[in-house]
């Protein structure tokens, strides 16, 4: 798939072909060539976990590079492109490979609900259950500027998952492994009292907390004000610090 194709065509396309793999990706904003350096992610799929191989340019060579899967060192909202090789390679293509005998991944927030609410589960019941979902929450960028899901969800030790969940039963953890889970950074900053609060022309959006939005004429400092405002509020009430999704160029 071309670099400059956008993301949820392509998704649309899959789906479409009955090709498995990309259907929770639904309506995430940005073009294919994004997918491998941020390893985009939504309601518990991965972009690494179907990227074959990229096709770039090395920009300091001039040459044409493939870079397999597992040379991306693909991780959570990271890949080796963000660390040593940021700036270094101009994507072309991204490769995946995709299914015909998909696993449909629903145990992720309210999927199953409304894949529920809509019929059986199928490829084109789950991306219009995505979509559906994404539409209620988030804000649609050319009305509120946004830049999306501002930060990470923080993976911390079970056991300190343990002792919030103790003093906050009601905090979303998603098993990683053995001894890490993540926990949902919405639901913190929300529990902070950030939701729909307003700072200068900067604030957080009324439905969804993890997102940061532009109320008009808001400048990059106000943006990384306000995100710095929630890190240290956040940190002060659960001792957990927030990680930015997006560059801070």
């Known amino acids: 798939v071309g670099s400059g194709v ?9 789906v479409e072909h009955g090709y498995g793999g990309v259907e929770n990706l639904s309506l995430i904003p940005g073009h294919v ?8 992610g939504a309601y518990g799929t991965e972009a690494g976990e179907c990227i074959d191989r990229v096709e770039a340019v090395d920009i300091v060579k001039g040459e044409k590079v493939t870079i397999d899967a597992a040379t991306c060192r693909f991780g959570y909202r990271d890949s080796i492109f963000k660390h040593e090789w940021k700036n270094r ?6 490769t995946f490979r995709l299914t015909k005998h ?26 219009q259950a995505i979509i559906r979902i994404r539409e209620a929450k988030l804000p649609d960028v050319k009305v509120l500027p946004n830049a999306g899901s501002f930060f990470k969800n923080p993976m911390v030790e ?29 639901w913190l900053i929300e529990a902070a009292g950030w939701k729909g609060k307003v700072v200068g022309h900067a604030g957080v959006h009324e ?21 710095n405002e929630i ?19």
Do not use: C
């Not at 956008?6 to 899959?14: E, L, T």
């Open 207 to 227: 439905k969804q907390a993890l997102v940061l939005v532009n109320m008009g004429g808001a400048t990059g400092i106000e943006i990384a004000h306000l995100a």
């Open 158 to 186: 079970r056991v300190i998952a343990d002792t919030l969940q103790e003093k906050y039963p009601a905090l979303p953890v998603y098993p990683v492994d053995d001894d890490h889970v993540k926990l949902a950074a919405g």
């Open 33 to 40: 060539g994004a997918t491998p350096v941020q390893n985009i």
């Open 231 to 249: 890190k240290k509020s956040v940190f002060l009430q659960f001792g957990v610090w927030l990680e930015p999704e997006v560059n801070v160029i």
């Open 102 to 127: 998909p696993e449909f991944k629903l145990h992720y927030g309210s999927v199953k609900d409304e894949v529920i609410r809509l019929g059986e589960p199928s490829l084109k019941v789950i991306r």
């Open 6 to 14: 956008v993301w949820d065509d392509f998704v649309a396309w899959a």
């Open 89 to 94: 390679f101009l994507v072309t293509y991204v």
